[in-house]
């Protein structure tokens, strides 16, 4: 770690200012790069060099960019520094190679100069000499100093030791074949009294062995018969042993007798209290334990959290937080301990243990829970106020009943000041509990009408008008939500005008009473000095006027949701290509929208860098697939799947398959990985045995693909001409030319090779994989106006024998038909023996789907599936893959 000086500047009276400053903040690259002249003087200014040198690795930590023929002269001009004998500055210019071994040209220059302080008598050179060393070095210099290195890891000196084994650890990525032949130094190292070199030699011996089960096995077997003094090397002992329980999926009932259990239960009585809490942290998140194997554990943090170390309160209660949910049971036994640090001086131990609490805590006692937090609140930062309203967005979804209580502390908190990040995470939260719970939805909206009366984040209030006019419509009385949405016009921003405009003509699309008092509006806004906002007055006052349900429906109410990343790309290439034809926004693909995860960040660590916006795997394969040949001709991309594995992991070849569904053909898409580090392959391809009524249009191979590098290939098929013959399964063999090459190099070892092949698993093609999912804002509706000529409907009875519950029923019929469910309908509710599901979705080529099941649980399920569609071989089609 580099270290800069922060100095007190005194002021024309000789005193201190109130706070220290930075010696180094206002440095120009181009004047420092200047002062390096100073290394070519004679004698070398050991004081002055160090400092120069401080600036540049100042320069480097800070971000600066130096461009290869800068840094190549800044490294050459350091290397005359190794004529000086001072300590300091030989070791400044060890620090220098390293940070610029990356980027200047011809570093090797200086492998003869850092083997002889490697190798030399100063102990103070030599292991910083071996880092430097090891990072200018490459596959083919490795082999130079291999002799060297094998004696440093085994020195006496620790320090000399550590820097080898932390050296060649880092080595292990590129040079893996060489750093393999040292296992016989690092298990001598492992036996070394310093704990720095113990815990370091474990590290490198594991990541040597890790490929070889059974090398890792034997390794563990050893260590924990025997007793390591390094509580550092016991933590890491811990985590593999938990890695081999995990991989070796030991049932519950026979992990209390593996000896791997029994070491990591045994370390919860080691005398390091770092060792007692990483073998609780392991206990308490193995998968098949039971509460006997879990008690001890749990007993330990319990007793952590009253601990006078902060350090050790914090621990246990962020490994209490984030089992909250597997173990409740277990946590909740804590919370007395846990109601204790509400109150803790450090707020991360504090806001961990309040959400722990909101996890874990019974219905009963949210009101009191919500009493205790109220004032803690008002005392913590807006990051820690994001972790708790992540908290209270967890316990409304697990208590919708206490939806009262919870909303009304989330508007307080929305009263509060506080930035947009904490407005927006209460702001999220009530939306998903309006979504998730419709006895919330009237309450939920009042606050944000009253929030966005005072709003100053224009983000926010455009959210907020986008949800009244999605959700306003259809409350109990629409017409008191026109108020506040109508001010906004009057006093916001043109933004949130424009947003504004959009959510009054919703409710006149959706309300008939309301259309006259919407279009008086409307035409009000034609007034408005912004031509945005005019020209949606202007847009809305016409299709309304039109009196024609249809354009409604599809032009206000229903908007297609068009991806903005594909558009933009789209526009952009029309704009650059012929502008005689008109743009077709039909090639673009109608996205679903992609929910941001909220995760409750345990850490509690926030970072300034933005957070890249959320795309679909639409988004995500369009510029893929663009570099296709002919792959314009097929039209917009309909969805695409998640991967599938076609092989298993540990295979010598690997490949998973991504099928992109298009109007009328599907494009599979294989990611191939060659494990053989002795094998090159060539024209890699996969060759599909296609069921009747399928063509295959094209076939696009892989030209090469050598050791550990990902690959693609593709192949491109046709849909039969009728939708019940695409539901089908694919034979699948890769195919390929083998050449054998060196391990080490990667080349082959000549041009010659010979065909071979692997087979794959069979691939399917499944209804769900054509449906696109779809959510509609208001079912019931979109369902009546289906009751017309242009829809057509199928209808049928099965008796689902294969599940026992209403819940695992619906979750079967989503997940065979890959529709959008409505309403919460994928919800079913405690104790109910009658349940509806209402699904949604659109087919490739465009055809809409309604589904709507009736579910009655007796001796079985009963299920009444009854399927409207634009189409009605695909109506049929969906019907019949229940059956």
């Not at 193995?286 to 902060?310: G, V, Y």
Request: glycine share 4%; charged share 20%; hydrophobic share 40%.
């Amino acid at each position: 770690m580099n270290y800069f000086p922060i100095v007190l500047h005194k002021n024309k009276r000789g005193n201190p200012p109130a706070g220290p400053s930075n010696a180094y903040q206002n440095l120009e690259k181009t004047s420092v790069l200047q002062e390096t002249r100073t290394f070519n003087e004679t004698p070398v200014n050991a004081r002055k060099c160090i400092h120069i040198l401080t600036k540049i690795l100042y320069l480097i930590n800070q971000g600066e960019q130096l461009v290869p023929r800068e840094a190549t002269d800044c490294f050459f001009a350091m290397t005359k520094l190794f004529q000086s004998k001072d300590v300091v500055l030989r070791r400044m210019v060890y620090l220098g190679i390293k940070e610029l071994s990356s980027i200047a040209e011809d570093v090797i220059i200086v492998t003869s100069s850092l083997t002889k302080d490697m190798t030399g008598k100063e102990d103070l050179y030599r292991a910083a000499a071996i880092r430097a060393l090891c990072s200018i070095t490459d596959n083919t210099m490795l082999q130079a100093v291999e002799r060297y290195m094998k004696q440093c890891i085994v020195d006496k000196n620790a320090a000399v030791s550590c820097a080898a084994l932390v050296s060649s650890l880092r080595l292990a990525s590129t040079a893996g074949d060489v750093v393999k032949r040292w296992a016989n130094e690092a298990q001598e190292a492992l036996n070394s009294d310093n704990i720095m070199v113990q815990y370091h030699a474990l590290g490198l011996l594991y990541h040597i062995r890790k490929s070889d089960r059974l090398a890792v096995s034997k390794l563990v077997n050893k260590l924990t018969r025997g007793s390591l003094k390094s509580p550092y090397a016991v933590c890491m002992l811990i985590r593999i042993a938990c890695k081999l329980i995990e991989e070796e999926d030991v049932p519950s009932e026979e992990l209390s007798d593996s000896p791997l259990f029994t070491f990591i239960e045994s370390c919860l009585r080691h005398k390091s209290e770092m060792v007692i809490y990483e073998a609780a942290h392991a206990i308490v998140n193995l998968k098949n334990t039971n509460p006997r194997m879990l008690s001890p554990a749990f007993s330990i943090l319990q007793l952590f959290c009253s601990s006078p170390k902060a350090t050790l309160r914090f621990a246990a209660v962020r490994t209490l937080n984030k089992v909250a949910m597997t173990h409740p049971a277990a946590v909740t036994t804590c919370n007395l301990d846990l109601e204790g640090l509400i109150t803790d001086s450090n707020r991360s131990v504090a806001t961990l243990a309040i959400t722990t609490l909101l996890k874990t805590g019974a219905e009963s006692s949210v009101e009191r829970l919500m009493k205790q937090i109220s004032t803690f609140v008002a005392e913590i930062s807006d990051e820690f106020k994001v972790v708790v309203v992540q908290a209270i967005c967890a316990l409304c979804t697990k208590y919708p009943r206490k939806h009262t209580v919870l909303m009304n502390f989330l508007s307080g908190m929305l009263r509060e000041e506080g930035g947009l990040e904490y407005k927006t995470s209460i702001v999220d939260t009530i939306i998903t509990i309006i979504e998730e719970n419709v006895d919330a939805k009237e309450s939920g909206l009042s606050h944000l009408c009253e929030f966005i009366e005072d709003c100053e984040h224009v983000s926010l209030a455009v959210r907020i008008l986008h949800l009244l006019g999605k959700e306003g419509p259809f409350a109990a009385t629409p017409s008191k939500y026109i108020r506040f949405i109508y001010n906004r016009v009057i006093l916001e921003s043109p933004i949130v005008r424009a947003a504004a405009v959009t959510a009054m003509a919703q409710f006149g699309a959706s309300c008939p009473a309301l259309l006259s008092n919407i279009l008086v509006l409307l035409g009000r806004c034609q007034m408005d000095p912004d031509d945005e906002v005019r020209d949606r007055a202007t847009y809305y006052l016409s299709i309304l006027n039109s009196k024609r349900p249809e354009l409604y429906k599809n032009y206000i109410i229903e908007r297609e949701n068009c991806s903005l990343a594909l558009l933009e790309k789209s526009l952009v290439e029309h704009l650059n290509g012929d502008l005689e034809t008109r743009f077709d926004i039909s090639i673009v693909p109608k996205a679903a929208i992609v929910k941001p995860v909220i995760a409750n960040d345990v850490m509690l660590v926030t970072s300034s860098a933005p957070r890249p916006p959320k795309i679909t795997r639409e988004e995500e394969s369009a510029a893929r697939l663009a570099q296709l040949p002919g792959i314009q001709v097929l039209g917009p991309i309909h969805r695409s799947t998640a991967p599938i594995q076609l092989t298993e992991s540990e295979t010598e070849y690997t490949v998973q398959c991504i099928k992109h569904i298009f109007g009328q053909h599907v494009v599979f898409q294989f990611d191939c990985l060659n494990t053989l580090s002795d094998q090159f392959l060539e024209n890699v391809r996969v060759e599909l045995t296609l069921p009747e009524g399928f063509t295959a249009r094209a076939v696009i191979p892989c030209p090469k693909l050598p050791y550990n590098e990902l690959q693609t290939t593709f192949v491109i098929v046709e849909f039969p001409p009728d939708a019940a013959s695409s539901i089908a399964t694919f034979g699948a063999t890769l195919r390929f030319v083998v050449k054998d090459c060196d391990p080490n190099t990667g080349e082959p070892d000549s041009d010659e090779g010979y065909d071979d092949e692997y087979m794959l698993e069979d691939l399917e093609l499944t209804v769900a994989d054509q449906i696109q999912k779809t959510k509609k804002n208001n079912f019931q509706v979109a369902w009546d106006a289906a009751d017309s000529e242009e829809w057509l409907q199928a209808e049928d009875t099965f008796v689902l024998s294969a599940v026992t519950t209403l819940q695992d029923a619906v979750n079967t019929i989503v997940k065979i038909l890959g529709l959008g469910a409505a309403n919460l309908s994928e919800k079913v509710p405690e104790g109910t023996h009658l349940h509806t599901l209402l699904c949604s979705g659109s087919f490739r080529g465009g055809a809409e789907v309604l589904v709507r099941a009736k579910l009655a649980l007796s001796e079985g399920v009963t299920l009444n599936l009854t399927v409207r569609s634009t189409d009605q071989d695909v109506a049929e089609l969906i019907t019949a893959a229940i059956g």
